[in-house]
């Protein structure tokens, strides 16, 4: 699997928003593990399965939205879970390209999880993220790995949520226009 055109997207959006908002020169690190941890949870909300005091576990597939098209919303039928996912994929990116990983964009999926379903793999992203963010704060020489651990368990995730690679592309494409018209409508 290569990431080189994720990378370079989401280089481009971090550069604009880091411009726009001021913040040259700040490590922004641990506001992306934290914005990461949050989308996460957002996302697991959105997949309800976790639910098990409701009665509606279905994941949320459709719904009604807003999308930008030449910087006017326009009204169209979204899938708040693939957003949810896609907007964990963008804070993972830019927690790599942080961390350098976006020079060796290149992996395979080699890494053998215990997990078996979804919430087995929300527990590996929550672990995998957490392990970075100890890493990081004790100078951990296992950064680099637990970060491949998170970004490989967030894939895998994907699969069991029904999402192909493609269609996650597509939607982080999709997605990064938005954010880019966001950010230059004062979001």
């Not at 053998?112 to 929300?122: I, R, T």
């Not at 020489?141 to 637990?146: D, I, K, P, V």
């Not at 982080?172 to 950010?183: A, G, L, P, S, V």
Request: glycine content about 8%; some cysteine; hydrophobic content about 40%.
């Amino acid at each position: 699997m290569n990431l080189d055109e994720l990378f370079a997207m989401q280089r481009e959006l971090d550069t604009d928003i880091v411009k726009r908002k001021g913040l040259e020169g700040q490590d922004l690190l641990t506001n992306k593990i934290l914005a990461l941890q949050v989308e996460l949870g957002e996302l697991a909300n959105e997949w309800r399965g976790f639910k098990f005091w409701s009665e509606d576990k279905e994941p949320r597939t459709l719904g009604f939205g807003k999308m930008l098209e030449d910087g006017i919303e326009i009204p169209c039928y979204v899938n708040p879970l693939l957003e949810e996912y896609v907007d964990c994929l963008h804070f993972i990116l830019s927690i790599g390209l942080d961390l350098g990983k976006d020079e060796s964009p290149e992996f395979e999926l080699d890494i053998n999880f215990k997990a078996y379903d979804v919430l087995g793999f929300f527990s590996e992203c929550f672990a995998g993220t957490t392990e970075v963010n100890v890493c990081l704060e004790h100078h951990d020489e296992n950064l680099g790995y637990f970060f491949e651990y998170t970004l490989q368990a967030f894939i895998r995730l994907g699969e069991k949520l029904g999402f192909t690679w493609e269609k996650v592309v597509q939607a982080y494409k999709e997605k990064n226009k938005i954010n880019f018209e966001r950010q230059a409508n004062g979001y």
